[in-house]
Nanobody, 118 residues
């Protein structure tokens, strides 16, 4: 059974940093890509960062480009999201997702809350 478990969320002041982790297990095949999404109250879910597992290429939302970095540790089956220079508008629930059967995301974690205060 595929499981994605996020950790590393918390409360920080503006300008601070957090590193989110997504521990993956139960994959029957290598994921094609993994990504981080976020959803703030009253807003639609936003794709933040994506990584192609085999090629290592990355894509970022314009809103986080330059401040966030997605990376992977294949030995630990873990994907990270390093978030620097956080702003209050980054406050949201952050979710990890995996695309295994295709390039569409088909597995999701439960989320980890990030709160940035001014």
């Amino acid at each position: 059974q595929v499981r994605l478990v996020e950790s590393g969320g918390g409360s920080v002041q503006a300008g601070g940093s957090l590193r989110l982790s997504c521990a993956a297990s139960g994959f029957t095949a290598t994921a094609n890509r993994m990504g981080w999404f976020r959803q703030a109250p009253g807003k639609e879910r936003e794709g933040v960062a994506h990584i192609h597992i085999r090629e290592g290429t990355t894509i970022y939302a314009i809103s986080v480009k330059g401040g966030f970095t997605i990376s992977q540790d294949n030995a630990k089956n873990t994907v990270y999201l390093q978030m620097n220079s956080l702003e209050p508008e980054d406050t949201a629930m952050y979710y990890c997702a995996a695309a295994i059967r295709s390039y569409e995301y088909d597995y999701w974690g439960q989320g980890t809350q990030v709160t940035v205060s001014s």
